[in-house]
């Protein structure tokens, strides 16, 4: 069964840090982009970080440009959000998602549909 797993999650102090992991089972990432997005209460999802299957190209939303890195290591089949400087708008359910074709150019409004598999998201929250 094809599968993608987040973790990490979790309740933060404004201005902490988390690292957001995404495992795949039943798959290689290897051949795969893939993207972060999240969906905050009442909001559409929306892509935060995308990154090419090599890793060679990466790219972020603007509201999250300078505090987030997306990296990933193909020999564990891992893909990782690191986040810093959390905001209290950063809160929301995180997912990872992957698809067979590029990053697209501008993530934020990528389309859902537009990604073949999802895990079933982690929840992060930026509270004091």
């Known amino acids: 069964q094809l599968q993608l797993v987040e973790s990490g999650g979790g309740l933060v102090q404004p201005g902490g840090s988390l690292r957001l992991s995404c495992a795949a089972s039943?798959?290689?990432?290897?051949?795969?982009?893939i993207g972060w997005f999240r969906q905050a209460p009442g909001k559409e999802r929306e892509g935060v970080s995308c990154?090419?299957?090599?890793?060679?190209?990466?790219n972020y939303a603007g509201f999250v440009k300078g505090r987030f890195t997306i990296s990933r290591d193909n020999a564990k089949n891992m893909v990782y959000l690191q986040m810093n400087s959390l905001k209290p708008e950063d809160t929301a359910v995180y997912y990872c998602?992957?698809?067979?074709?590029?990053?697209?150019?501008?993530?934020?409004?990528?389309?859902?549909?537009?990604?073949?598999?999802w895990g079933q998201g982690t929840q992060v929250t930026v509270s004091s």
């Open positions: 998602a992957a698809r067979d074709q590029p990053c697209p150019a501008i993530i934020e409004i990528s389309t859902p549909t537009a990604w073949g598999f």
């Open positions: 039943g798959f290689t990432l290897d051949y795969y982009t």
């Open positions: 990154i090419s299957s090599s890793g060679g190209s990466t």
